[in-house]
């Protein structure tokens, strides 16, 4: 059973899916497990790929697209043909590292807005592939941070709700149009 999910990693003038913006309550709510892992949900899978090629992404969540599912795709490597895309199904965070790294991070619901981040540099997470079945993966670097942002976004959480720099914050944000009331400081 390959049933991989196949997408050319280009740009598309018109993406199948829209991105929400930082403001839009969809970004705020939990989403939900997926029941079962069959067409509907490659083709969503599908979808989001070619979503987040479009937009110039490495990694997208489903609820970003307004869809209310445990599902995220990541590809650090977006111009790298040979390198595939990781699909993560309902993926729990099984353990962090010790060590945390602060680096820069953007979003796409947020776009030109970038800024630095404190996380764990090593994760490994529990998920389900594109065919539904269990996987494990030990991740660090920039890899283990677009897992951890993507996870964040399955919980309602966005990366600039873990920005502890406040006023450089507000700053970059109303630059880019964006509302500070938007954001939910994680304590």
Known sequence: MTAQVVVEKKKLEKPPLEIHYLGDRVLRSPAKRVAKVDQSIRQLVQEMLQTMYSADGIGLAAPQVGVNKQIIVIDCEPDNPEMKPLVLIN?????????????????????????????????????????????????????????????????????????????????ELKKHGFSSQAVKPIK
């Not at 947020?110 to 090593?122: A, F, K, L, Q």
């Not at 065919?131 to 941070?145: E, V």
């Open 91 to 171: 993926p729990v965070i099984k353990r962090f590292g010790r060590a945390l790294c602060d680096a820069q991070e953007g979003c796409l619901s947020i776009p030109g807005v970038y800024m630095d981040v404190s996380r764990p540099e090593e994760v490994e997470v529990a998920y389900k592939d594109e065919n539904g079945r269990p996987q494990t993966l030990k991740a660090d670097g920039l890899l283990s941070r677009a897992i951890q942002h993507e996870m964040d976004h399955l919980n309602g959480v966005m990366f600039v709700d873990r920005v502890e720099n406040g006023l450089a914050l507000t700053e």
